[in-house]
């Protein structure tokens, strides 16, 4: 009987939804563990209108105590952070070891409703974004049908407008697609050996075409004592692809885009457990360009987030680079830290787990530059 009683007590401990035990008055006998991690302190002992304040669960546990039949229903904590919960209140048996008569056993939705939230308001700007260049499309089209239906320069003039259009909306699809894709698989870290140095390399000189015009520097450092990272290859050569093209992008004609992969000495303060646990390594990407405002760094990886809408635009910015690299840094369980000084550029650094280097690996740093010199 000992070891059944024991047995039931660590049962109840451990179970993942929060429970709380009321007694005939409403008082609190016993929590576990899950219900402490909510309430955040003591509550034995307490009435439930002093540990819940809402009404509909004060009402709930009142008819169930006089004998009504299991209550559920919904509620919101607003602090310390807003959360969500269901909750529902079932009568218990008679037992001589426990004045305890009901069980109250809560169901946290927060994440289901943040989910949701978020589905909503990406659908909301998804559709916003292709809603402006579809009818510029549209218009064109109709423009083409119509007054500018026999002059030659205006159609060429229109069906290039036309082809930039339809090309940012297919960025816009594939980049929506890609972020589909990395969030469905977020929960999974990637336990791949990748030769980062090589992806960072290859990156560095598809990129060529874009900077050799406006004469600027693509300067490629890996250290080969951390070019084996921990992770996916086309997801990292897309984490960095996006780092590189935008500081392009955004760097100053003439400047030069500084790419580095190296040991980290260092963890910034959002590294979580998994990083912490063994070696890792940090790609920094660092541009020469106008720099970012302080007021801006928070929400710089929030999708269809720009710091200048207009020019992100020109640029053939969708809004979702930043934010396919958070995800990207968030399923490999890295970090991603951004230091920006106005008007003499930014940096990015993205921290992975690093990997076992392959045999043959030479052991000193290898520089490449693309762009203003020579290979």
């Known amino acids: 009987r000992a070891l059944l009683a024991k047995w039931n007590e660590s049962l109840f401990e451990n179970l993942p939804d929060p429970l709380v035990l009321l007694d005939p008055e409403r008082r609190v006998v016993k929590f576990n563990q899950n219900a402490l991690a909510v309430f955040g302190r003591d509550i034995t002992g307490r009435d439930l209108s002093v540990v819940l304040r809402n009404p509909n669960v004060l009402e709930s546990a009142d008819a169930v105590l006089a004998g009504a039949q299991a209550r559920d229903g919904a509620f919101d904590l607003p602090v310390p952070v807003p959360r969500s919960f269901q909750f529902r209140i079932e009568r218990l048996g008679p037992s001589p070891a426990s ?16 989910m949701e939230q978020m ?44 082809h930039d259009q339809g090309t940012r909306m297919a960025r816009l699809v594939n980049d929506l697609l890609s972020l589909s894709r990395i969030e469905l698989n977020e929960h999974t ?8 140095g090589r992806i960072v390399q290859a990156g560095a000189d598809a990129l060529m075409p874009l900077a050799a015009p406006r004469k600027m520097e693509l300067r490629v450092v890996v250290d080969e004592a951390a070019r084996h990272v921990i992770g996916q290859v086309d997801e990292l050569a897309q984490l960095a692809q996006n780092l590189m093209d935008n500081a392009v992008k955004y760097g100053r004609d003439g400047t030069a885009v500084e790419i580095t992969l190296k040991p980290a000495t260092g963890l910034p303060a959002s590294a979580g457990p998994a990083l912490r646990a063994g070696p890792a390594v940090v790609l920094s990407v660092r541009d020469h360009g106008d720099g970012i405002g302080k007021e801006h760094l928070p929400r710089l990886t929030e999708r269809f987030y720009r710091v200048d ?21 968030n399923r490999h ?20 787990r690093a990997a076992k280097a392959q045999a043959g690996g030479v052991a000193s740093p290898l520089a490449v530059s693309i762009g203003g010199g020579s290979l």
């Open 99 to 114: 004045d305890a008569v009901a069980v109250l056993a809560l169901n946290d939705l927060t994440t289901v409703k943040r």
């Open 119 to 162: 589905r909503a308001d990406f659908v909301a700007n998804a559709s916003h974004e292709l809603r402006t260049p579809l009818a510029t499309l549209l218009g064109f089209i109709e423009t083409l049908r119509g007054p500018a239906r026999d002059d030659a320069e205006a159609r060429d003039k229109f069906l290039g407008i036309m």
């Open 333 to 352: 369980r890295g970090a991603l830290l951004v230091e920006s000084t106005l008007g003499q550029g930014s940096t990015f650094s993205v921290y992975l």
């Open 309 to 329: 809408t207009a020019r992100s635009r020109t640029l053939g910015g969708t809004g979702l680079g930043l934010a396919i690299v958070k995800h990207i840094v």
């Open 189 to 196: 870290p990637p336990a791949e050996n990748v030769d980062l």
